[in-house]
């Protein structure tokens, strides 16, 4: 099928969702103010503590396994302090985005899909440092977002994901696949859409959309590679929505898996 055909699909599908959730504007501000060299930790501390939902999920993170503290951080300034200014975007992001679809339903449960976007996330970020990849965080936060339009059409078109899901039950079909069959474009796509619509770099709004076919990418092949990777790397581990039979793929026919320089990653 047509990528551009897809592509108007996909747009025409996400213009039709009237309560589509924005990237709240706290988390904009953050990362504006992170592109910033000069910036201080007071400063962006002082932003941060306006958003109560954000400080308590950064607060959360900075405590959790992932991030190890010896001791418990109880200060929104000193969490900020430890994790450095580089990985207070990822943990702004990441915040933002559970925040944008918590408690909306859908056919796919909440905590497997960010557990699957949590993995994909960490796992890039380990295949990015491996293969000496400038830049870990955009890895991660590429990870974080990958599948954005599989959780859009769990929740704003859930009778008929419902019905995809089933198809991948009931034959040896990709998940894509059965999407395109049903919607005439995929998560891929509408993913795409959405970043669109959130104003995202280039290289994220990339990396969603080829994160299955990275050799179609231009702007940054290398992390699309990077994030198809990590995909295929959670999805054995069963770490893809709560380990769901339906899940289908050939580790063989993966483009990321072609590449000479990518396979010594793995």
């Known amino acids: 099928m047509d990528r551009q055909v897809m592509l108007e699909t996909a747009r025409s599908m996400v213009a039709t969702i009237d309560d589509l959730p924005t990237i709240p504007a706290v988390a904009t501000q953050v990362l504006q103010l992170l592109n910033n060299p000069d910036v201080n930790v007071d400063e962006v501390a002082d932003l941060m503590l306006a958003d109560q939902v954000m400080t308590a999920r950064v607060m959360k993170m900075v405590?959790?396994?992932?991030?190890?503290?010896?001791?418990?951080?109880?200060?929104?300034?000193?969490?900020?302090v430890y994790l450095g200014l580089r990985h207070i975007k990822e943990v702004a992001l990441t915040s933002s985005f559970i925040n944008a679809f918590e408690d909306k339903g859908g056919v796919l449960e909440v905590a497997p899909c960010w557990e699957h976007?949590?993995?994909?996330?960490?796992?890039?970020?380990?295949?990015?440092?491996?293969?000496?990849?400038?830049?870990?965080?955009?890895?991660?936060?590429?990870?974080?977002?990958?599948?954005?339009?599989?959780?859009v059409l769990s929740y704003y078109r859930a009778e008929q994901f419902a019905k995809v899901l089933e198809m991948t039950r009931q034959r040896p079909i990709k998940?894509?696949?059965?999407?395109?069959?049903?919607f005439g474009t995929t998560?891929?796509?509408?993913?795409f859409c959405i970043a669109e619509r959130w104003n995202f770099p280039e290289a994220y709004r990339e990396a969603i959309l080829f994160h299955h076919d990275p050799r179609a990418a231009t702007s940054d092949p290398v992390l699309c590679a990077i994030i198809n990777l990590a995909d295929l790397f959670c999805t054995v581990r069963d770490l893809n929505y709560g380990g769901r039979s339906w899940v289908v793929f050939n580790l063989a026919e993966e483009e990321a898996l072609r590449r000479n320089e990518w396979v010594a990653v793995v």
């Open 187 to 191: 998560h891929a796509e509408i993913g």
């Open 117 to 151: 976007a949590f993995g994909v996330g960490m796992v890039a970020k380990v295949i990015a440092e491996k293969i000496h990849y400038p830049d870990l965080e955009k890895a991660y936060i590429g990870g974080i977002i990958h599948d954005i339009g599989e959780v």
């Open 63 to 80: 405590n959790s396994p992932v991030y190890r503290p010896s001791q418990e951080i109880t200060s929104l300034k000193r969490a900020l």
């Open 175 to 182: 998940l894509i696949d059965a999407e395109a069959e049903t």
